[in-house]
């Protein structure tokens, strides 16, 4: 049932805070403008210091150029790589861990002390975990360095899991279990059986907001991925802006096409997004 | 009454039933050895090696004590890259935090379209850091980028935004402050459509003016809400690296060289492990010290509102 | 029916026989370098050695500067062997060649009966050794990159100025000369960080005075403090954010007649200052070595030296391309193709390549009174620390004489 409209009203406060609102929305809007029209401007024009949003002359070259000539697709293969395998991992304990944390009872207050340690790891700045990590790798012989991605990432991304999943797990009741129970399933089949199928959307919620963080890391690809090769999209766009200053047609045509796969991603969340935040009444 | 005398088990059976037994344990084991491997074991051994002298080029390895510390303390770049990195979190978090609220209070409002408007307000939010960075790298450019065209255009003399020492810092907070207000919009938003019309309208017909009914009726309710995003924002804050490397890697002198930028260089340009172990050290007691002062704040206003 | 099937058979065993045992021969040669125009030289050198050897391949991996180094780091230390034929910078021979990490070359041109030819640009071949200057031969020069000042001849000519600069005070004034709206007088490269330093040494080379002095800090000189004001005099003619300009910028502004002189540039990006398709100043521009002042011109040396791996399973093979890319003729090649600057003096007095290049002369010149940066293994370091405090200096945020103090405070530090 669709909630009844309420009419707004033409005063003087109703108008200025339409105004305003539009004044927000072109000040979060208009550097998206800005990168959007700079991929399709020709050189020349983004060169000419004119003050044009709209290209007057649209061309697809930087787009062309950052694909085939940059290897950009190179970067998000990478990327998508890493990035799914590291959120396979940790959606994949994560709900274990989390699975366990909503059921069981522990001695001597270990859950609280691995919920604890799972909030105050999202504090540690990367860059104070990269140097033992650095050092470790090398020890052990380990070089690849996407699998060094995919493990350094799961600082990251486990806590993420397990806290969103405990939500989620949170809402299953036990009865439901126990039932399976009743009928002769064992826990492990009735955890299997029952309550993953049922949890299935919030394990895909979290695996896209995995997805969304190890997309997004920075430090740890910038230390480890140094051979153009094994570039990540954000090195890769980092990398632009410091040896090639003024391939900006390239540039945001890369920005745009690595921000492609986030923001399908991000849209399909967004109902969990903004619930998560406590926001009735979207969509 | 007499026992029933259970048939004998068999090993298989023995271990399943051992393993639903410990099922908790096991389930948890996985998450554990992986925080166990790669945070709790790296933290220690951060410790550990921040007190030897550790180049990794000449592969040396040499105990020294407290000495990396003390070279810290008298380093002016250290001190100034903790300088640095506190300037960018006050003005950051200080402009999210009211452009937020304001944000949020006026989206709360009656307005035609709120569903396609709030979208749209947090996009920014939602393209990854690195394009962010880019996107503003062009505007801020002093040749050609978008500002020194809309200041030409006024016949106005370009500004060197990532380039003049005296606000570098605060224009790599301007970035920040463009990418994650969204964020605070949304935080304060969930807290206020938590508040009943009713107060507002009771408040109205009492006479109050809508800066007191912001002070006495919104304000309280969103206190938990404003600690809680100026935490995780100044939490953030301390991990600024990505834009800073970008935009201008230090410079311009050393003004916006953060305390990662400084342990970066240490550790992976000048390969001084152990100094750059210790100097990460320093920040994490540092976060710390923060987070824990903050939070027990916020702990105890909790418990006092309970 | 069957007899086709036999034949076919045979023809594949032996088909395939032969393929195990040419893949056998197979030699897998990895070249970690560096990218640009390095890269395509090094790629004319590479296809040459391919078809002269057609069961060896060798993959280059062409990496940007910022990275190279820190790469070539952890590759060397790690010790795998994974690249066999290295590139550096030569500021970097100090911190890899003590280490033991590139191969001893000497024995190996005892083996093989190759000569070490006396062609080679001394001061460049020597700083492929270690101990520097006469120790062992680790690594050969392939890029003759050396610092070479450029200004406008058909400008100089109009004011009456018939020579380049003399001293370092002669460009200021020449650059006060030039300096109008729309002209600026010089340009450099004044990026925080590797641009910088290389920008003020020349000018601090020239007025007698050095980073390095016996092992300590020589920040603190008067010489120093004289040579950094002369750098910020040639800011006020200078662009107003030559304080953030890196190479490309440079070349542009010299490219499109804005800047009468640049401070320095590397021949590898001169030869579009001569391209007509990019090229506002074509055959205007004269290179030389670099003023004096105090003493004599100082250009910078700053060749890429290449070496073999001490890990590498392929030494032999990887020497033999050691001295085909050095050879003269693939040196040419390579100068004639992509403006790669050559190692071997002979090349710049040849005929074709002055034809194409005319300031070989003055660069040969500058090659063999060149000044090489101090050989520590704390280079980068100082470099990085020097360039901070240069553009605060630069920038305004120091006095010239704070941000000496402060540079030479942080160098002692570093040295101690």
């Known amino acids: ?184 399933a064992s826990r492990f089949r009735a955890m299997v059986r029952v309550v993953y199928p049922l949890v299935l959307p919030g394990l895909a919620a979290t695996a896209i907001f995995c997805i969304i963080q190890s997309w997004n890391e920075f430090t740890y690809a910038l230390i480890f991925a140094r051979v153009p090769s094994d570039f990540t999209v954000p090195i890769g766009i980092a990398s632009f802006l410091t040896e090639y200053k003024t391939l900006w047609g390239s540039l945001t045509a890369g920005g745009l096409i690595s921000s492609a796969p986030l923001l399908l991603f991000t849209a399909v969340v967004q109902r969990h997004l903004l619930r998560g935040f406590g926001l009735r009444g979207v969509h | 009454m007499a026992k029933t005398i259970a048939p004998p088990v068999g090993r298989a059976e023995q271990i399943s039933r051992w393993l639903e037994k410990h099922m908790g344990l096991l389930l948890l084991l996985p998450a554990s050895l992986i925080f166990l491997f790669l945070t709790v074991f790296p933290l220690f051994y951060n410790a550990y090696i921040s007190f030897f002298d550790y180049a990794f080029i000449q592969r040396l390895f040499e105990f020294t004590g407290l000495d990396n510390y003390r070279f810290l303390i008298e380093d002016e770049l250290f001190i100034g890259s903790i300088k640095n990195t506190l300037r960018f979190l006050l003005t950051a978090t200080t402009v999210e935090v009211i452009v937020g609220v304001a944000v949020a209070v006026l989206l709360n409002a009656k307005l035609f379209a709120k569903k396609v408007i709030l979208p749209l307000t947090i996009l920014p939010m939602m393209f990854p850091t690195m394009v962010v960075t880019a996107i503003w790298a062009i505007i801020y450019d002093y040749e050609y980028g978008f500002f020194s065209n809309v200041l030409r255009t006024f016949g106005l ?103 990662t930028m400084f342990i970066f260089k240490e550790g992976f340009r000048y390969f001084n492990l152990g100094f750059a172990a210790a100097a990460s050290l320093v920040m994490l007691l540092l976060i710390l010290a923060v987070s824990l002062i903050y939070t027990r704040r916020m702990w105890r206003e909790m418990c006092d509102e309970a | 029916m069957r007899r086709w099937m036999l034949l076919w058979a045979c023809l ?203 092992g300590r800090s020589g920040v603190n000189s008067p010489e120093f403090l004289a040579a950094l004001k002369l750098f910020l005099k040639l800011k006020e003619y200078a662009p107003g954010d030559v304080d953030t300009y890196q190479a490309s910028r440079v070349r542009e502004m010299l490219m499109s007649g804005r800047a009468a002189m640049a401070v320095e540039v590397w021949p590898a990006w001169v030869p579009e200052l001569d391209d007509p398709a990019v090229s506002q100043v074509v055959g205007k521009f004269e290179l030389v070595k670099h003023p004096g002042e105090a003493s004599s011109s100082a250009p910078m040396l700053g060749p890429w030296l290449l070496g073999i791996n001490a890990k590498s399973k392929h030494k032999d093979v990887a020497f033999d391309f050691l001295t085909f890319v050095t050879s003269p003729e693939i040196q040419k090649m390579a100068a004639i193709e992509v403006g790669n600057p050559p190692t071997l003096a002979s090349l710049y007095t040849d005929p074709l390549l002055v034809s194409m290049y005319r300031w070989y002369p003055d660069q040969l010149e500058a090659l063999q009174n060149g000044v090489a940066r101090p050989r520590t293994p704390l280079w980068s370091r100082i470099e990085d620390t020097l360039a901070g405090y240069l553009h605060e200096a630069l920038v305004g945020i120091r006095s010239p004489e704070e941000a000496m103090e402060a540079a030479h405070q942080a160098i002692s530090r570093i040295l101690r």
């Open chain 1, 1 to 184: 049932m669709k909630p009844r409209r309420k009419r707004v009203r033409l005063t003087f406060k109703n108008v200025a805070a339409h105004v305003l609102a539009l004044i927000v929305l072109i000040i979060a809007l208009f550097p998206i403008a800005i990168m959007v029209s700079t991929s399709l401007k020709t050189p020349m024009e983004f060169m000419s210091q004119r003050l044009s949003l709209w290209p007057s002359k649209i061309t697809w070259e930087h787009y062309y150029d950052v694909i085939v000539e940059r290897g950009f697709l190179r970067f998000l293969g990478n990327t998508a790589v890493v990035s799914i395998v590291t959120t396979l991992v940790a959606v994949g304990a994560g709900s274990m861990a989390a699975y366990a944390l909503t059921r069981f009872r522990f001695p001597r207050k270990l859950d609280a002390v691995f919920l604890v340690w799972a909030l105050v790891i999202r504090t540690i700045p990367p860059i104070v975990l990269v140097i033992p990590l650095f050092v470790m790798f090398r020890e052990l012989g380990i070089t690849n360095v996407r699998l060094i991605l995919i493990l350094g990432y799961q600082v990251y991304t486990l806590p993420l899991a397990i806290w969103m999943l405990i939500g989620f797990f949170r809402e299953i009741p036990k009865e439901l279990e126990f039932a399976a129970m009743v009928d002769g």
């Open chain 3, 12 to 214: 594949l065993t032996v088909v395939v026989v032969a393929g195990v045992a040419v893949a056998q021969e197979q030699v897998n040669l990895v070249f970690l370098g560096r990218d640009g125009t390095y890269e395509e030289a090094m790629k004319v050198a590479i296809a040459a050695y391919q078809k002269a050897h057609p069961n060896v391949h060798i993959e280059y991996l062409g990496l940007p500067w910022s990275g190279l180094r820190e790469k070539i780091t952890v590759e060397l230390v790690e010790g795998r062997g994974d690249f066999d034929l290295i590139i550096l910078d030569d500021p970097w021979t100090s911190e890899f060649l003590p280490a033991g990490f590139l191969e001893n070359l000497d024995p190996w041109f005892h083996r093989t009966g190759k000569k070490l030819s006396d062609d080679f640009i001394e001061p460049l071949l020597a700083l492929g050794r270690w101990p520097y200057p006469d120790g062992a031969q680790y690594a050969l020069p392939i890029v003759g990159n050396v610092q070479l000042f450029a200004y406008r001849r058909d400008l100089f000519k109009a004011n009456g100025l018939e020579h380049p600069p003399a001293t370092w005070s002669d460009v200021v004034a020449a650059a006060e000369k030039f300096s109008d709206g729309q002209t600026f007088g010089v340009v450099f490269r004044g990026a925080r960080g590797n641009d910088i330093v290389v920008s003020f040494l020349p000018i601090l080379w020239a007025f007698g005075g050095d980073v390095i002095v016996d």
């Open chain 2, 157 to 259: 003399a370009p500004v060197r935004w990532l380039s003049d020492h005296r606000f570098a810092m605060e224009s790599i907070a301007l970035v920040d402050v463009w990418q994650w207000t969204p964020f605070v919009v949304l935080v304060i938003l969930a807290g206020l459509q938590s508040i009943p019309d009713y107060l507002y309208e009771a408040a109205q017909l009492d006479g109050a003016s809508d800066w007191q009914q912001f002070c006495h009726i919104t304000l309280p309710v969103i206190a938990f809400h404003l600690q809680l995003v100026i935490l995780l924002r100044v939490i953030d804050g301390f991990r600024l690296f990505d834009k800073v490397y970008a935009l201008t890697g230090g410079g311009p002198g050393h003004s916006t060289e953060t305390i």
